[in-house]
């Protein structure tokens, strides 16, 4: 089973193919997506992407993760590198690093 789609992307929009929702920030996974609210683990563009933030789409069996940096690149994902060595990944995050 492969993650849902991206249907369209654009500032502060995203639609995922077969979902309804459009959301803001997303997080997909197989077999579903839902809202990424930055809040929930204290990501912001510095720091970063946090760890929680992967955690969450791993547990749900994700083998090979796909990180953007949005629309300026100015969100920092330095905290995942020893998170991803350390993790069940089989394969490494793709960084778009601009």
């Known amino acids: 089973m492969s993650s849902p789609e ?3 992307l654009s ?13 803001k920030d997303c997080k997909v996974w197989p077999g579903g997506s839902r809202t990424w609210d930055w809040r929930e683990t204290g990501t912001n563009h510095s720091p970063g992407v946090q760890p929680a933030d992967l955690e969450e789409v791993v547990k749900k069996g994700v083998k090979t993760v796909v990180i953007g940096r949005g629309m300026s690149e100015a969100l920092q994902q330095i905290a995942l590198l020893s998170f991803c060595s350390s993790s069940e990944l089989q394969e490494k995050p793709f960084f778009t690093f601009g």
């Open 6 to 8: 991206i249907a369209s």
């Open 11 to 23: 500032w502060g929009q995203m639609k995922v193919k077969g979902c309804s929702t459009t959301y």
